[in-house]
């Protein structure tokens, strides 16, 4: 049965990121809070971890289409090749930011990943996130929770979210309400941007 923890993000404690972190480590999958919807996630590099996500989520690992979540645009040239000048300022514009920007892949992406052409790199405006990812020391792979409901698309109590998942997953942590609007999607990995997806970032970044 999963730990349910509750951090606060004005101030989220130490010891208690540490306590999540050291589960991703050890292979943990992890409920999270985003600066939009709660995200399911695990450590980038753990191919145990990535294929319980994939079997929760009825899907081939080497066909999700899943986000890397950052701390900060340092890790960047980690995961993806090269960008233009214009393409950076966009994300330093918007980053952190409810965004997801799709970007051409470079050949040191974790081996689970090998294959993909582009990835999804998200730096979310919520330190909670931001502390899992830093104390890690590399990118959390990540997918939203959705909701069975047909009207609700997404559970934002963490409590409900807590009921449901826990049997499922390692750590579920309580960081308030969230949102019920995913990230907006950009493709930046073309020629010209694409948007992907629609959500709580606004369009107007350009």
Not at 119 to 139: F, K, M, T, W, Y
Request: proline residues 6%.
């Amino acid at each position: 049965m999963a730990e349910f923890i509750k951090l606060y993000e004005e101030n989220p404690n130490p010891k208690q990121v540490q306590q999540v972190v050291d589960v991703l480590k050890r292979g943990g999958l992890v409920i999270y809070p985003t600066d939009t919807v709660y995200g399911l996630g695990c450590d980038i590099t753990n191919s145990k971890a990535l294929q319980r996500i994939a079997r929760i989520k009825g899907v081939k690992l080497e066909k999700a289409n899943w986000s890397f979540i950052c701390a900060d645009l340092s890790n960047l040239s980690d995961y993806v090749r090269q960008i233009d000048s214009p393409t950076f300022k966009i994300l330093k514009r918007t980053l952190p930011g409810p965004y997801t920007f799709i970007l051409p892949g470079n050949n040191n992406l974790p081996k689970d990943f090998k294959k993909k052409k582009t990835v999804g790199i998200r730096v979310p405006d919520n330190s909670i996130a931001r502390a899992l990812v830093a104390g890690l020391g590399h990118p959390i792979v990540s997918t939203s929770i959705r909701d069975d409901d047909d009207i609700l698309e997404y559970t934002t109590d963490p409590e409900l979210i807590y009921e449901k998942w826990q049997n499922l997953v390692d750590v579920v942590i309580d960081g308030g309400y969230g949102d019920n609007v995913a990230s907006t999607v950009i493709d930046l990995s073309g020629d010209e941007p694409e948007v992907i997806r629609e959500g709580k970032g606004s369009l107007d970044i350009y």
